[in-house]
């Protein structure tokens, strides 16, 4: 069974514009998660969808969201970009809502963006 | 709200070894435990997780973790560490809120270095 896929793998923006990125869940798959990750920071929470609605969102501006669609593909966008969104941005899916049962989570290889 | 710390930046360790890398935890109710790891350029990957049962949990690559309620640790443990072990680990704890959404939030990582 194929992965979390997510594209594209790496991205250079400059600020001020705005990025999508997309991610695939494993097949069967209806639950998505997104998590930013920097140096700084760590990994930190962006948003969860379940079966395309927005089930729970971290401490982001206004500026990060999301969508899920009906085959559970997601997409986060990101408006003006600011310097300090240079991040790796993983998604992570799970076959029900993160939390039923203590589901396991399995995670893309994230999509590196850079912005100047 | 719930949290996890991982009080080491590093651990080095010597090719067959035993390797332990700590993680404490705070949360109300019952806890959902993970550990992760990353690889250079690489998403995560998940190795185990604790949600009842059993105190030692067994899991991908050898490794196993200990839950242990009165001192709120679930380290990670290896009997015999290999070179190909050295990485970035994680430890998660699950979240959840009052909308039925869930969240997973992560320590702050410990690089393991592991020498020949």
């Known amino acids: 069974k194929a992965g979390?896929?997510?594209?594209p793998r790496y991205l250079i923006k400059t600020r001020g514009q705005q990025v999508t990125l997309s991610c695939s869940p494993i097949s069967g798959h209806r639950s998505?998660?997104?998590?930013?990750?920097?140096p700084g920071q760590g990994l930190q929470f962006l948003f969860e969808y379940f079966s395309?609605?927005?089930?729970?969102?971290g401490n982001f501006p206004g500026r990060f969201s999301g969508r899920q669609f009906s085959n559970s593909r997601s997409e986060m966008n990101v408006s003006t970009l600011e310097l300090g969104d240079s991040a790796?941005?993983?998604?992570a899916s799970s076959l029900g809502p993160v939390g039923q049962a203590g589901e396991t989570q399995y995670f893309g290889p994230g999509t590196r963006l850079l912005v100047l | 709200a719930q949290s996890v710390a991982q009080p080491e930046d590093q651990v080095n360790v010597a090719e067959g070894n035993p390797l332990t890398v700590k993680c404490?935890?705070?949360v109300s109710g019952n806890p959902y435990l993970f550990w992760y790891?990353?690889?250079p350029n690489r998403g995560l990957q998940f190795l185990l997780k604790y949600i009842t049962g059993d105190n030692l949990v067994k899991g991908s690559y050898g490794f196993e973790a200990e839950f242990n309620k009165s001192q709120t640790s679930f380290h990670l443990k290896k009997p015999s560490a290999l070179v190909s072990d050295s990485a970035l680990y994680f430890c998660a704890v699950r979240e959840g809120n009052r909308g039925g959404g869930f969240k997973t939030?992560?320590?702050?990582g410990t690089r393991l270095f592991v020498k020949a």
Not at chain 1, 4 to 7: E, G, L
Not at chain 1, 32 to 38: A, G, R
Not at chain 1, 88 to 91: I, P, T
């Open chain 1, 4 to 7: 979390v896929t997510q594209t």
């Open chain 1, 32 to 38: 998505v998660s997104w998590y930013q990750q920097t």
């Open chain 1, 52 to 57: 395309e609605t927005q089930r729970n969102k």
């Open chain 1, 88 to 91: 790796l941005y993983l998604c």
């Open chain 2, 24 to 26: 404490t935890y705070s």
């Open chain 2, 37 to 39: 790891v990353q690889y």
């Open chain 2, 105 to 108: 939030i992560f320590g702050a």
